[in-house]
């Protein structure tokens, strides 16, 4: 795959490629939350990894799939000459597009079901206690639909835990992600499977780590949902979010990513170096 793809079909499969996921996953949440579809945090995570795996397929032979900002920012930093640091600022805003276009879309889609879940829950958009209809786009910690949004419920995870991790699944995805796609990585599965095995790491990330923060991994995916939220009415319960904690969600995975795939550069390298048993 041209490791250089031209500038203007790169971003038209940033977009379309981040909307898909966004899509997938944030309509998987809006179809839990909003009438009780999916059966337990697996099945969500599971149609969360489903649609990462699609997104990637359809966006590769486009863009290389970064799809996610830190993604982006750990290829600029670690493998230059696969992806140059001019196409940075260009992804991340075609990643932001796709993301605020999915939440556009689960939004118009989910409308009425939203107002009837708000109507029996007795929420009022925008004040204290609507993340349990916010979290269809943005998201909160801990998981409000697991733990309430009440003083008590927000003790449990403080922003700086939080924000250990979102940059701890996101290292954990981003090492993953240049394992696979690595060269020197020579039991790694075919290209063909890689987008299966990277959306089934956000799965299992997902299946764990949700309850704390609703699991992110990727500044697109929460902050564009995010501006849409703020848009129709939650204010700031979307922006900057209950203790102001929307920072959480870009600040965490944009120093974890880049460690992520740092650690499989380091090992990866020893390991070359290594004199052969």
Known sequence: MNSHPAMRRALAGEVLGTYLLVLFGTGSVAS???????????QVAAVWGFGVTLAIYVSAGLSGAH??????????LLRPSDFPAKRLLPYVAAQLSGAVLAGATVAMLFGPLLRRFEAAKGILRGAPGS???AMVFGEY?????MFGTDAAARALVSPGQAALVEGFGTAV?????FALTSPRNT???GANLAPFFIGFTVAVLISLFAPLTQAGWNPARDFGPRLVALVLGW???AIPGPDGGFWVYIVGPLIGGPLGGLVWQLIAERQEASPAA
């Open 235 to 237: 204010g700031r319960v």
């Open 67 to 76: 799809l996610n900002p830190a993604v982006s920012l750990s290829m600029a």
């Open 131 to 133: 993340e349990l209809s």
């Open 187 to 189: 039991d790694r599965p």
């Open 173 to 177: 995805l981003v090492l993953v992600i």
């Open 32 to 42: 839990a939350v909003l009438s009780g579809a999916q059966v337990g945090l697996w």
């Open 141 to 145: 910690f801990p998981n409000p639909a």
